[in-house]
């Protein structure tokens, strides 16, 4: 998920300033995290289609997962970078998911999702704020 990508980061960020065995612990605990999650994953949808995986199937899932964020994290910072940027934006994230169309297009549609509800949060501040200053105005 765009969440445990954004962990990832954070800890890769952290990692830099910790001592090794901290750093090291904490990529376990991570790591542990994305095994755990692998797992409940994968017990959902064996019940769902009545098949079960073995320890071995969901250990790989798990590493090909770790491994693919370890990846994502990479080229997000390296996107940024070449934009001289030190924070992860949207577009760096969109642009990390265009080698798979379905993320792609999923990304694009949670991007526009979010964006719809900043505008209409501004919205309704801004109505506020208006129907506020009304209210003061008529009490004058």
């Given at each position: 998920?765009?969440?445990?990508?954004?962990?990832?980061?954070?800890?890769?960020?952290?990692?830099?300033?910790?001592?090794?065995?901290?750093?090291?612990?904490?990529?376990?605990?991570?790591?542990?995290?994305?095994?755990?999650?692998?797992?409940?994953?994968?017990?959902?949808?064996?019940?769902?289609?009545?098949?079960?995986?073995?320890?071995?199937?969901?250990?790989?899932?798990?590493?090909?997962?770790?491994?693919?964020?370890?990846?994502?994290?990479?080229?997000?910072?390296?996107?940024a970078r070449?934009?001289?940027?030190?924070?992860?934006?949207?577009?760096?994230?969109?642009?990390?998911?265009?080698?798979?169309?379905?993320?792609?297009?999923?990304?694009?549609?949670?991007?526009?999702?979010?964006?719809?509800?900043?505008?209409?949060?501004?919205?309704?501040s801004?109505?506020?704020?208006k129907?506020?200053?009304?209210?003061?105005?008529?009490?004058?």
């Amino acid at each position: 998920s765009l969440y445990l990508r954004a962990c990832y980061i954070n800890v890769e960020c952290d990692v830099a300033v910790l001592p090794p065995h901290h750093a090291m612990a904490l990529l376990e605990r991570l790591k542990a995290a994305v095994h755990y999650t692998v797992g409940r994953i994968c017990q959902k949808m064996g019940e769902d289609q009545r098949r079960r995986f073995s320890r071995q199937v969901v250990a790989a899932i798990a590493e090909t997962t770790f491994r693919q964020c370890d990846i994502f994290a990479k080229d997000l910072e390296a996107f940024a970078r070449h934009a001289k940027r030190s924070t992860v934006s949207t577009e760096d994230v969109k642009l990390a998911a265009r080698r798979s169309t379905a993320l792609s297009i999923y990304i694009q549609n949670k991007s526009e999702e979010l964006n719809q509800e900043q505008r209409d949060l501004k919205k309704k501040s801004t109505g506020k704020r208006k129907s506020r200053d009304t209210e003061e105005e008529n009490k004058e």
